[in-house]
Nanobody, 115 residues
Framework: QVQLVESGGGLVQAGGSLRLSCAASGSILDFAGMGWYRQAPGKQRVLVAAITRGGYTNYDDSVKGRFTNSRDNAKNTVYLQMNSLKPEDTAVYYC?????????WGQGTQVTVSS
């Protein structure tokens, strides 16, 4: 069973940047698509960024143009570069397969954006 460990979150001011990492204990090449999800307080977990095995990316409108999803298959790691952060980006961020999560969720990484 593949395990996922997210890291890189923190507290940042609006307009700042963070880079999240998600390390998988097994080969992510086994999965056609990987994605980043986020869950804000009191809200459902939603997919905000997706990347295929070949590197094709897609983004939710709320993060398009500000977030960049990438993957290093050799390191079994996916990344989320987040720029121009807004207070509404505050959430716990998780990675998993997409379009449907099939791996047991990791602990996530908290991102807090202050205004």
């Amino acid at each position: 069973q593949v395990q996922l460990v997210e890291s890189g979150g923190g507290l940042v001011q609006a307009g700042g940047s963070l880079r999240l990492s998600c390390a998988a204990s097994g080969s992510i090449l086994d999965f056609a698509g990987m994605g980043w999800y986020r869950q804000a307080p009191g809200k459902q977990r939603v997919l905000v960024a997706a990347i295929t095995r070949g590197g094709y990316t897609n983004y939710d409108d709320s993060v398009k143009g500000r977030f960049t999803n990438s993957r290093d298959n050799a390191k079994n790691t996916v990344y989320l570069q987040m720029n121009s952060l807004k207070p509404e980006d505050t959430a716990v961020y998780y990675c998993n397969t997409q379009p449907r999560a099939t791996i047991t969720w990791g602990q996530g990484t908290q991102v807090t954006v202050s205004s």
